[in-house]
């Protein structure tokens, strides 16, 4: 059965101290994996998808990064404004094409200033 | 360009009513998907549709929950007998047709409906 492990659960920063968080995955052959950030009271948003290992991407103080066995979303200098719940996602696969996505618990952040 | 459009934003619903949850989709978007999410836990998928069509129900309860897509208009996720436990942030999903577009935009969702039952 496929899962997403996050963590961790919460975390807590400093503004301008910069970290990382880790999503786990077991899937019988990874086709992509998203990064998704959820603010209260809110819809996901949609931040990254990778889809192989090695692969990276950026977006303002976010870099998101992949591995066979997981992926790591860094933050560089976090502002308060970045304080959300972090989620990572795989997608299942129905005859080969992509349905719905499987969510990790996620990581809440919190950026003091 | 509106977004992934759901109503209401806020429900409340005596035990034993009926619960209806709306959800319209991005504009180009064909496909629904239908997720829980139970305070401190993750999002559960429910359902997937497309046009007059169920794809995967496998994460809906088999009583009292329901879903529909049709031709013309919002997709419905409705929940009979409504019980306490059904008390949760419902969101929707859409996305373009499988393997167009995923990887640049991925699934776009709503705000919710947060379902309260008394």
């Known amino acids: 059965e496929d899962q997403v492990t996050q963590s961790p659960e919460a975390l807590r920063l400093q503004e301008g101290e910069s970290s990382s968080l880790n999503c786990s995955y077991t899937?019988?052959?990874?086709?992509?994996l998203f990064w998704y950030r959820q603010d209260p009271g809110k819809g996901p948003e949609f931040l990254f998808t990778?889809?192989?290992a090695g692969e990276e991407k950026e977006k303002e103080r976010l870099k998101a990064t992949l591995t066979k066995k997981e992926s790591f979303l860094h933050i560089t200098a976090p502002k308060p404004e970045d304080s959300a719940t972090y989620l990572c996602?795989?997608?299942?696969?129905?005859?080969?094409?992509?349905?719905?996505?499987?969510f990790g618990k996620g990581t809440k952040l919190s950026v003091k200033p | 360009n509106a977004g992934v459009m759901q109503n209401p934003r806020h429900l409340v619903r005596r035990r034993g009513q009926e619960a209806r949850l709306r959800c319209s989709p991005m504009?180009?978007?064909?496909?629904v998907y239908w997720y829980r999410q139970l305070p401190e836990e993750g999002l559960k998928f429910m359902v997937y549709?497309?046009?007059?069509?169920?794809?995967?129900e496998s994460g809906m309860p088999k009583e009292r929950f329901s879903a529909e897509f049709p031709k013309e208009g919002p997709s419905i996720l409705r929940i009979q007998q409504v019980v306490r436990g059904d008390s949760a942030a419902y969101f929707c999903?859409?996305?373009?047709?499988?393997?167009?577009?995923?990887?640049?935009?991925?699934?776009?969702f709503g705000s919710g409906t947060r379902l309260t039952v008394v």
């Open positions: 990778l889809y192989s």
């Open positions: 999903a859409s996305s373009f047709p499988l393997g167009a577009g995923i990887a640049n935009y991925g699934y776009t």
């Open positions: 996602a795989v997608p299942t696969f129905y005859g080969g094409s992509q349905g719905n996505l499987i």
């Open positions: 899937v019988s052959g990874l086709r992509g």
């Open positions: 549709l497309q046009k007059e069509n169920i794809i995967d």
């Open positions: 504009k180009g978007h064909s496909h």
